[in-house]
Every structure is written in C-alpha cells, then in structure tokens.
C-alpha cells in the first residue's frame, strides 16, 4: 500500500475538492470565483456601485433632514425605494430574459449613473428640494428592480455551477464590507466638500462598473422568452415558481427570513437604549457586530461545496436564526447581546447566500431572470413584518418583538421542515 490513506483520493486541484462536512475555507477557496476572468470584472464594478449605494444612503438620509428635519419624509424616502421593487421586479425579471443580460445592465447602470451626476448638480447649484429626493428614490428602486435580476441571472454564465456558490458569497461578503467602507467614506465626504462629493464618487463608481460590463466576453444565449408576449412570460414564470415545489419551499423560506427576522435591524435602536441602556456609540458597537457576522457567514458558505441535503442546512440555520433572536431578547448583558448579534448576522447571510446559489443551480436558463425576480420581491416584504413587532415594541417593549418575530420564525422553519420533504434534498 502507498503512503496514501486507504480509500482517499488523490487531489486533483484546489477546483476539484469538494468538502463532504462544513469547513472553514482557505483563502484560495474563498477567492476561487476571482480567478474567473469575467466574474473578476463584474465583482469589481459591483464592489464599487455597493461602496457607492452605501455612501447614497447616508447622503439621501443627510439630505432630507437639512430640508424637511422630519422623520416621516425619512420613512417616506425609504418607501419611494422600496416600493417599486416589489412592483416592478417581476417586470425586470421578464426583461432579464427577453434581452441579453450583459446589456440589460449597461443601459440600468447608466441610469444610475446619469441621475447620480444630476442630483450632484442639483445640491452644488443649490436647487435641489425634497421631491427631488423623492423622485430620484422612486426612479433608482425602479432602476434596480431590473439591474439585480439581470446581474443575479448573469453569474451562471460567467462561472458555471461548479463555482456558483463561491461567486454568490463572495457578492455577500462584498456586500456586507460596502456597508461598512460606504457610509464611512460618505461621513468623511460630507464633513469635507459636501453632500454632492457622495453623488460624484458614486457616478465615478458607475463609470467604472459599466467600462467593466462592456468588457465582458459572454456567449450570446438564445432568447426564448422573445417567443411569447410579456403577459404570457409573466405568468409562465409564476406558474414555474407555483408548480416545482422545491423552489416554491425556496421562496417561502426567503419570505419567512424577510418577514419574521430581519426586522430586527429596525429594533436595534429601541433595543440598545432601552433594553440594554446604551447611547449612540453602543448602537454602533451592536450594528457592527452583526455586520462582522454577516461578512463571517458569507465566508462560511463557500465551505459547503456540493454536498448534499442542503435543503436540510438551509432549514436548520433558518431555526438557529430565530433562537439566536429569542435568545437575544432575553439577556441584558452587552458582550453577550453582541455575541448573538454577530451569529444572527452570521445565520442571516448564510441563508440569504445559500439560498440563493440553490435557486440559480435549480432554474433553467431561459426562465433564471423571472424567478430571481420573485426572489428579489421577498427583500420588499420586510415592511409586512417590521410595522406590526414595531407596533408590539412600542406596546411591549423591543426585546418583546425580538422574541416574537424569532420565534415565528423558528417556528415556520420547523413547519416548512415538517410539511416540505422536497427542501430537504435540494
């Protein structure tokens, strides 16, 4: 017998080794994707327009306040962004899949960037007024009802399955590190030349974002849903999402995560200060931590390879998410709030990551837009969840509808465990 273990086999390559058990991944593992030469400009481009949203938000937030000092325009922004993507994203999807996604995201992405550049005027020639925001809102969530379908819908071509998960966590990861860098960079900016200096750093990372889309070499793929009417794409990729069960269990899980769990960030600030007894600077210390849990989480799920049952996983960490925020609303000390903050930070990008590589893996190309479309409108339902344990927090207290939606949540789980065996093999 060889030196070799008996019954191992011989390592063909990093690319070749698929881990049978959850592992921490090395960093060759983690960056795997990037070695892609496609996936590596498009990773690139959307690192700078999530920087760049990430500054938005602060400066949109700054602005509204010096012109309206109300919270409800506050809210209302946040609506006019909110609202066409559960309107619109089921029409983006159809787009996805009626064009060439490569272009699809050149022309959104453009948009972007040309009302980044306008709102930048309006603030340096002093006109700017609230509708404006209000408006420029309403038009970037229409905007980004057809961008991320289409940009969702690309990542197969660019990878193929083998590396499908490992591209969508490193999106995660990205993602949650933008949400740190973005609105740093954006407090630097405002304090040194101004609200419209966030407006220009974010046109400049659209300019690079679309130079980088261009240079995409990607195969023209046949565009099948051109053979039907928009109606008819419309209700063929609803009835694809009613009719396989497992994707339908996919959904539901998303749903569940968006409505019962992730509120949670809009209680963080009645949580800190009434619950714990904390000041700013220890809500930051909570949200921090969550978002170092999150970054740990989409690492995580590039350990997982190709195993099977994960359907099984997905289900389990959707019930650790809702006991982590039970168990959250429970204690009172701070470095154990921030604990399970990084683990319900952790718990919820797992899922959102591992949800999503399932999804791409289980939908055929010519309908992969629309119902990345229907996973995109289960972001929007937060609000079905956020008002009413918000109505219960200020009834009962935060740590009450913590409880509340973590325990719905785990519930849910263990229902959709118990009545939908087709999750537990996908």
């Not at 900016?189 to 407006?199: E, K, M, P, Q």
């Not at 099984?312 to 006991?323: D, H, I, Q």
């Not at 591992?354 to 309908?367: A, G, I, K, Y």
């Amino acid at each position: 017998m060889s030196g070799k273990r008996a019954g191992t086999a011989p390592a063909a390559g990093w690319r070749s080794v698929r881990p049978r058990r959850l592992v921490w991944p090395s960093l060759r593992a983690v960056l795997a994707a990037l070695s892609v030469p496609n996936y590596r400009l498009l990773f690139q481009g959307n690192f700078a327009t999530q920087i760049g949203f990430g500054m938005q938000q602060v400066a949109f937030g700054w602005l509204v306040l010096e012109l309206t000092n109300s919270p409800f325009y506050l809210g209302l922004n946040g609506f006019c962004f909110l609202f066409p993507m559960l309107v619109v994203s089921p029409f983006g999807g159809v787009i996805a899949d009626r064009f060439q996604r490569q272009r699809v995201l050149m022309v959104s992405q453009t948009l972007l960037m040309a009302l980044a550049l306008g709102l930048a005027a309006l603030v340096l020639l002093g006109m700017v007024q609230v509708w404006h925001l209000l408006l420029a809102s309403l038009v970037i969530g229409t905007v980004m009802a057809v961008n991320v379908p289409a940009r969702q819908a690309l990542v197969p071509e660019l990878v193929g399955r083998d590396l499908l998960a490992n591209a969508i966590a490193l999106h995660s990861l990205s993602l949650n590190v933008s949400r740190i860098i973005g609105p740093a960079v954006a407090g630097a900016l405002i304090a040194s030349v101004g609200v419209a200096g966030c407006f220009l750093c974010q046109a400049v990372g659209y300019v690079w974002s679309v130079s980088n889309v261009r240079r995409l070499r990607v195969v023209p793929r046949p565009l099948l849903a051109r053979q039907a009417s928009v109606l008819h794409n419309l209700w063929e990729g609803f009835q694809f999402c009613r009719r396989d069960r497992a994707v339908f269990g996919l959904l539901l899980v998303a749903s569940v995560s968006a409505v019962c769990a992730m509120p949670y960030m809009q209680l963080l600030p009645a949580y800190a200060r009434d619950h714990l007894g904390l000041q700013a600077d220890g809500l930051g210390l909570l949200v921090a931590s969550s978002g170092a849990g999150a970054v740990a989480g989409s690492l995580l799920v590039t350990g997982l390879g190709q195993r099977r049952r994960r359907g099984l996983v997905l289900l389990g960490a959707l019930v650790c998410l809702g006991v982590l925020l039970v168990g959250l609303g429970l204690v009172r000390v701070v470095p154990l709030a921030s604990l399970l903050l990084a683990g319900v930070g952790a718990c919820g990008a797992f899922l959102m990551v591992l949800n999503n590589t399932v999804l791409q893996e289980r939908v055929p190309d010519h309908l992969r837009g629309r119902v990345m479309s229907a996973y995109m409108v289960t972001w929007g339902l937060s609000p079905l969840g956020a008002v009413p344990l918000g109505a219960l927090a200020a009834v009962s207290g935060s740590s009450v509808a913590l409880m509340v939606g973590g325990g719905l949540c785990a519930v849910f789980a263990l229902w959709l465990l118990a009545t939908r065996p087709d999750l537990w093999t996908v």
